[in-house]
């Protein structure tokens, strides 16, 4: 070959290697950050680090996909800005995103609280996002491992498949959740690389693990479940818990859970009775020949009883029990103290509270203020969003942004 064959080689490798945009994290905001982006011409790449596409779409709601919520408003999130969200979630809504899957003929029905699911497989959705990433260009490298990022007047990424340049550059690689299928801490390592602070993480949907001293308790519950309202400060969730060997869990406890500073003597309260007043019923059946244990058969499963029920007055007869010891009764179901010890961490939580500090981010594209052309999106900013779809919409009206401003 001659000397200028070789350099005109040369060229068109490094333009194959150059990038309009390029996508970190092939997960549901990555996924829609590249669809958009390929859908406007824009030369897309999107590279995972694993040999899989979207594995928290494919393991989430049973297998099913939790895709969104009905109800999904700025209202069900967390973040130090609690109306940084707004302008995303308003740009691509959850009716948007069940339009798009009915255009893909994709069934879905309501489970309850407006989360809904595939009727079919979690695979649909995915399968769904990465043919509208192939049918708009986007090019996608998976066990692309990126080793460092620098920014001159492009993006350079060291990676194991060489290096890549991109005028634009989407950080969408996810938190802390779930290591067993590649979440790491890579995002927050690249935001603060460019100066971004960021919120102290944490686990978040994640059960609850009780203090020591009330483990007993819990571990002869394992398995019980009960409908309830769990209460942590100005935070409560009506819907079940259940008692794990360990301590709580069962979605109001992944609930409150994301509501936690810490988890270490941290202490929440539980309405083991939220359908009914048990203090007015036993002033209405004042001279009820039954003892409390035998009343509260109606409401709670016998197990629930016979641990709880423990006081002499549980088994004394209604009518013989001053209302003081009625009252102290009906208070210790209708606000049940737990003191917590911990969480079971990033291995079983459903997501990472905490991330990329949004003071630092557009509200409206997801771009970093100071550094043209870098956006962050989906689970690694500071946004957490309450169980029951509206993490995913979270990435997906995060990355719609990202996309159609990249």
Known sequence: MSRRGFVIEKRMNQNNSHYEVIIIGAGAAGLMAAAQAGKRGKKTLLIEHTNKIGEKIRISGGGRCNFTNLYASPNNYICQNPHFMKSALAGFTQHDFIKLAQSHQIAYHEKTLGQLFCDGSSKQIINMMVNLCYSNGVEIKLNCQVNDISKNDTFQLQTNNGTLTCDSLIIACG??????????????????????????????????????????????????????????????????????????????ILQISSYLEKFNNEEIIINLL????????????????????????????NRLIDTLATHPDFHKSITDLKKESLLAIADKLHAFKVKIGGSEGYQKAEVTAGGVDTDFLSSKT?????????????????????????????AWSSGFAAGNNC
């Open 175 to 252: 938190g802390l959740s779930i290591p067993q299928i590649g979440a790491s801490d890579f995002g927050y390592r690249i935001a603060k690389k460019f100066g971004l602070k960021i919120i102290a993480t944490r686990p978040a949907l994640v059960p609850l693990i009780v203090a020591e001293s009330e483990r007993h308790l819990f571990t002869s519950l394992s398995g019980v479940s009960n409908p309830s309202i769990v209460h942590y400060k100005k935070a409560q969730f009506p819907e079940n818990i259940l008692f794990t060997h360990k301590g709580l869990s069962g979605p109001a």
């Open 274 to 301: 939220p359908k009914i007043d048990l203090k007015q019923q036993f002033i209405d059946d004042k001279n009820s020949k039954q003892t409390p244990a035998n009343y509260l058969k109606t409401y709670l499963s």
């Open 366 to 394: 997801m771009a970093v203020k100071t550094i043209p052309n870098l956006f962050f999106i989906g689970e690694v900013v500071d946004v957490t969003g309450w169980l029951g779809g509206y993490n995913f919409q979270w």
